[in-house]
């Protein structure tokens, strides 16, 4: 029997700590479904500075190294998904007592829904700071970001951030 893992998130945009995890969840599951949520309800404030495409495209450049990774959006349920693509197990990085606290409760009410698991891996330590959300602060504001994110990433996010100024 094949087992797969979905390793769900947004992705905007998909930064070195989602892909240390993804790397690792390939290691340990036959196939890995990195899927993209495309409808999340979240507050107003979580809108996209990328596309689902751009961000489907920009995982896909980034997973070439395992061959058992394939990237696929969804909306809805993650737990839907799953079943959609049968998956046994979301896998999902923990970088601290935060993250702790949100994926706990979204991984019992996972449970709740399905049999699927949640597999939680810990962030590499040097990635512990890290987010999509951080990442597009500091480089809004001029930061350097080049050691949180794959170079393709870096100038999709420089190129987006400029044409975002020029907009005013
Ligand atoms: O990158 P994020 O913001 O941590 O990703 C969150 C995501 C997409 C994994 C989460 O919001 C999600 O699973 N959304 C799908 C809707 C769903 O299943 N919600 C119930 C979770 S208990």
């Known amino acids: 029997m094949v087992r797969r893992a979905?390793?769900?998130?947004?992705?905007?945009?998909?930064?070195?700590?989602?892909?240390?995890?993804?790397?690792?969840?390939?290691?340990?599951?036959?196939?890995?479904i990195v899927g993209v949520g495309v409808n999340?309800?979240?507050?107003?404030s979580s809108s996209k500075l990328f596309t689902a495409d751009e961000r489907m495209a920009m995982i896909r450049d980034?997973?070439?190294?395992?061959?058992?990774?394939?990237?696929?959006?969804?909306?809805?349920?993650?737990?839907?998904?799953?079943?959609?693509?049968?998956?046994?197990?979301?896998?999902?990085?923990?970088?601290?007592s935060s993250d702790y606290d949100y994926e706990l409760q979204m991984a019992q009410m996972n449970s709740h829904l399905t049999d699927v698991e949640t597999v939680f891996l810990m962030t590499d330590p040097g990635?512990?700071?890290?987010?999509?959300?951080?990442?597009?602060?500091v480089a809004s504001f001029g930061g350097d970001v080049a050691d949180f994110v794959p170079a393709h990433v870096l100038t999709a996010l420089?190129?987006?951030?400029?044409e975002r100024r020029e907009q005013g």
């Open 127 to 137: 990635m512990s700071f890290v987010s999509s959300s951080l990442v597009k602060e």
């Open 62 to 96: 980034a997973v070439t190294p395992w061959p058992n990774v394939r990237v696929e959006g969804f909306s809805g349920l993650v737990t839907e998904f799953c079943r959609e693509v049968g998956a046994v197990a979301i896998v999902k990085g923990l970088r601290g």
């Open 158 to 162: 420089t190129q987006r951030l400029a």
């Open 40 to 44: 999340r309800s979240k507050s107003a």
């Open 6 to 32: 979905v390793c769900p998130g947004s992705f905007d945009p998909v930064t070195n700590g989602h892909i240390d995890i993804i790397g690792r969840a390939a290691a340990l599951f036959d196939e890995v």
